[in-house]
C-alpha cells in the first residue's frame, strides 16, 4: 500500500495533522502473482487547501479531491476489497504506517486498524538483499533501477503507480525464509513500537545517559579528554569544552541522545578550537 497526504495544522489534532488523499495498494498472492489492485482519492477536511510541496511532489490538484469520498468511506471500501482473509500490509519504509495511525487516531479515534493482521516493511526487507551505499535509504525508483524492473508507464509519487512499483520489487527479491524475519504480526506490542514517540533526553543524569556516550579522545595524541566545565544542555544536545592535558589542544564536544523505542540513539561530535591569531604588535615612533 501507499499513501500521498497534506500537511496541516490542525486545532482539532492539537498540532500538525498529515491527512491522508490519496490511497493506492496492489495485491499479491503467496506466489507474488497480481491478484487486484485499490484506489481512492480522498476529501480532505482539515484543510481544503493543498500545499506546494504536495501538489509539485505529486501533481494531484484540489479540483481533484473535490468528488474524492471520505476517509471513513475510502476505509469501508479498502476493507471490503481485503476481504477476509489473513493479509500482510506491506509499505515502503513505515512512513506511510505511521500515517494511516495518526489518521485512525483522527477520524475513529483509535489506533488499531480492524483489518491489519501482519505487517513488514518493503524497503526494509528489500534494502536487506540488495548492495547500498552505506547511510543511505533505497529508494523504490532507485531499486526498479537496480533490480531492471520496468515502470516506465508509472508515475512515481502517485499512491496506485507507487504501490505497484512496491509489489514488483518485492516479487522479485521474495525469499519466503528471508521475509519472514521482517513480518510484525499486530499485536499490542506492535502498536506500542507504533505510538511511541521518540524523545530527546534532556537530563544528563538519567540513566540511558551512559559514561561513555560523553567520553572523546583527543584527535592528536588520542589522550582522554577531560571537560572544562559542566556539561550544558542547549537546542537538543549536550555541550561541554574540552582540553587534552597532554597536548592543551581545545575542543568543543557536542552529543545528542535520542531515546527510542527499542534503542538509545547518540549523535557524538568533537570539535577543535583554533586558536585565535596574534594581533600584531603596534610600535609607535617616536618624534626625532
Not at 538483499?129 to 533505497?138: A, N, R, T
Not at 508515475?155 to 519472514?180: C, G, I, N
Not at 507504533?194 to 524523545?199: C, D, I
Not at 556539561?231 to 575542543?251: D, L, P, R, S, V
Request: aromatic share 12%; proline share 3%; hydrophobic share 35%.
Amino acid at each position: 500500500m501507499d499513501l500521498e497526504w497534506n500537511g496541516s495544522w490542525s486545532k482539532k489534532a492539537h498540532g500538525y495533522f498529515n491527512e491522508i488523499i490519496e490511497i493506492g495498494a496492489t495485491m499479491l498472492d503467496e506466489n507474488m502473482q497480481k491478484l487486484s489492485g485499490f484506489h481512492a482519492m480522498i476529501r480532505p477536511v482539515v484543510s481544503k487547501k493543498l500545499t506546494n510541496l504536495v501538489t509539485d511532489l505529486t501533481g494531484i490538484e484540489a479540483d481533484e479531491l473535490k468528488d474524492g469520498v471520505s476517509f471513513e468511506q475510502a476505509m469501508a471500501q479498502l476493507t471490503k476489497w481485503i476481504g477476509n482473509d489473513e493479509t500482510v500490509l506491506l509499505t515502503w519504509s513505515n512512513t506511510d504506517l505511521l500515517v494511516l495511525v495518526e489518521n485512525y487516531r483522527y477520524f475513529f479515534h483509535q489506533t488499531h486498524i480492524p483489518w491489519l493482521h501482519s505487517y513488514a516493511d518493503a524497503q526494509a526487507y528489500c534494502q536487506s538483499l540488495v548492495e547500498c551505499e552505506k547511510g543511505h535509504q533505497l529508494g523504490l525508483s532507485r531499486a526498479c533501477e537496480m533490480l531492471d524492473i520496468s515502470h516506465d508507464e508509472l508515475t512515481a509519487h502517485r499512491a496506485q503507480d507507487d504501490s505497484e512499483m512496491t509489489a514488483r520489487v518485492v516479487a522479485k527479491l521474495y525469499d519466503a525464509e528471508k521475509f519472514a524475519a521482517f513480518l510484525q504480526p499486530a499485536n499490542q506490542e506492535f502498536y506500542k513500537w507504533l505510538t511511541f514517540k521518540p524523545y530527546v533526553i534532556k537530563d544528563i543524569h538519567d540513566p540511558s545517559v551512559k559514561r561513555g556516550y560523553l567520553s572523546f579522545r583527543c584527535t592528536a595524541c588520542h589522550r582522554r579528554l577531560r571537560p572544562k566545565k559542566d556539561w550544558k544542555f542547549f537546542n537538543q544536545h549536550f555541550f561541554a569544552e574540552m582540553q587534552c592535558t597532554g597536548c592543551n589542544k581545545e575542543y568543543t564536544a557536542r552529543v545528542q541522545i535520542k531515546q527510542k523505542f527499542d534503542c538509545v540513539a547518540v549523535k557524538r561530535k568533537l570539535t577543535e578550537k583554533v586558536p585565535k591569531p596574534a594581533e600584531p604588535e603596534t610600535i609607535t615612533q617616536g618624534e626625532n
